[in-house]
């Protein structure tokens, strides 16, 4: 306080009152509405193709023919999945797409995180230069080899099989794998393995004991990557199964036509509903693993 405001009698300047909590909270919930709008937006336009296809593998073909797109269905029956899994053929997809992903996932997976173990962990000569040949697989455009790579599993009698899908996946799959793994093995401090190998620990026995444990959520998200990009794969798929018994559910999808050629659109919808329902469970069960082993990568300890 100043001499003249003692002299004179005047008040020093007094603090701004605090709004109450209740106001607090109210401003704060209307700074909120623009984010939540942008929220319910994205909601919207992401969720409303979902709910759509999955509303259509309930019509029949006249309702799809005659009725507006965004009119409900005048029943809701199993009609359409049950054509999906007879006549569709879908059930035998379902079981080559299980039969091509999951020992495709599980060598990418395994070779992969050898591979990153190998080269981060593992000290030797040239390990820089072989990860950078591994890397460049990842510029080779897959669309370029799929005509070589034909010629060479006709000639080796491949090509009546799943073995071409099952080979060409991991192949396809590695050079990513391997790069990823090899930077969430280097946010693990050197330290850990070089403590294990003065307690006597083997190269193989720190891969299986320590570098695994450590890298579980890494594994599951890298998994789960590729097993989402095996699973959706249309053109290798396509190019590489010469008969319809060995069609993955992507190629089966192209042939829910009837005897006539027509697209039959209630089973098409109803496959295709099963497919992304499935996946989007898996994803939603798994999100927080996903979002753990994205992060584990990318501070180096």
Known sequence: MSETQTLVGVPPLARKPRPAPVARTALRMIRRIPV????????????????????????????????????????????????????????????NSLLVTLPSV????????????????????????TLLLILAGIMVPGQMILVPLFTVYFKLGLTNSLWPLIITYTVMGLPLTTFLMATYFRSVPREVFEAATMDGCSPLKQFFVIGLPLMKNAILTIAL?????????LLIALTFTSKPELATIQVGLLSMNDEYGSTQYGPLFAAISINIVALLIVFVFLNKKIMAGMAAGSVKG
């Open 106 to 129: 599980a060598l990418i997976v395994l070779l992969g995180v050898a591979a990153g173990y190998a080269l981060e962990v593992m000290i030797w000569k040239g390990r820089h230069t």
């Open 36 to 95: 939540w709008f942008v929220v319910t937006l994205l909601l919207i336009i992401v969720l409303y193709p979902q709910l759509w296809m999955i509303l259509g593998s309930f019509k029949t073909q006249s309702e799809f023919l005659s009725n507006p797109t965004w009119a409900l269905p005048e029943s809701f029956n199993l009609e359409n999945y049950i054509a999906a899994f007879t006549r569709g053929n879908v059930a035998t997809n379902y079981r």
């Open 225 to 233: 990557v590729q097993f989402f990009s095996v699973w959706n794969d």
